[in-house]
């Protein structure tokens, strides 16, 4: 309101939702999930610096349209798969949810980026690495994936005579694999599932992520995708699994241990 009694209204700045604006939420969220902080610290904390909030306004912001954070990681994503030479790529066991699922850590020097699913396995990885889309492809990509994963040429065959080579969701493109008889096979490999591997590869190759790139990993099956390369081994592994019958031997294994070793 002026002085003379006229009222003005402007929209608020980019990014303000409520009363807090995106960098105070990114404080919160970096403290809580990244410093561990509690949320009655981290209340004590942020009223110490001079914000008005209360108690319950602090988990709000944990909890409340995530949707922008959860855009921006998917940003960050696309970009580095778009442009890095090479990316390293590895998973863990992780309660999301009060579940147990997996963690995987996709990244370089440049970036990373983690997503949590309920399983790991090279259909998961493949989803991962579309970057957000849901779409599967038929192109070039899928169909040299499936005859690198000896899916049959009588099969691949169908695929290829199919009007449709792209589809929207994993709903869409189940359909024609049950038309065309995929999903009643019961040999290995399993056709349906080299299949589909072979579609989200498509999908990952349309969307020009990873051109050329090289997947960096410790060489679990999950991660063969695109042009792979065994960085490293898990040396501690394999050190508890040889057999020591002198005093001496187990003594050189527990010094010799460690977490990885270059290959």
Not at 200 to 205: A, D, E, K, R
Not at 214 to 241: M, T, Y
Request: charged share 20%.
């Amino acid at each position: 309101m002026t002085p003379d009694g006229r009222t003005i209204l402007a929209p608020l700045p980019a990014g303000i939702d409520g009363h807090f604006g995106p960098e105070l939420r990114r404080f919160v969220l970096m403290h809580y999930h990244q410093g561990q902080s509690t949320l009655p610290r981290l209340t004590a904390l942020l009223q110490s610096l001079g914000v008005s909030i209360s108690k319950r306004q602090v988990p709000r912001l944990l909890t409340d349209k995530p949707d922008d954070f959860v855009s921006a990681a998917q940003d960050v994503l696309r970009a580095g798969l778009e442009t890095s030479p090479s990316v390293s790529a590895d998973d863990t066991g992780a309660r999301h949810a009060g579940k147990n699922g997996f963690c995987t850590q996709i990244g370089n020097d440049w970036f990373t980026w983690f997503g949590t699913r309920s399983s790991k396995s090279r259909l998961t990885c493949l989803a991962l690495l579309r970057a957000g889309p849901i779409d599967y492809g038929l192109n070039d990509a899928a169909y040299s994936y499936m005859r690198q994963h000896s899916l049959p040429a009588s099969l691949s065959g169908r695929l290829m005579g199919e009007p449709q080579s792209c589809f929207a969701d994993e709903a869409a493109w189940l359909a024609p694999l049950d038309r065309l008889g995929f999903t009643t096979l019961t040999v290995t490999p399993d056709p349906g599932r080299v299949a589909t591997e072979g579609a989200l590869w498509g999908s990952v190759q349309s969307h020009k992520f990873l051109c050329d790139a090289v997947v960096l990993s410790d060489d679990a099956g999950q991660f063969n995708v695109g042009r792979p390369a065994r960085c490293w081994i898990h040396a501690e592994r394999l050190v508890h699994k040889r057999d020591t019958f002198t005093g001496l031997r187990r003594r050189g294994c527990v010094a010799g241990s460690g977490a990885s070793t270059p290959a």
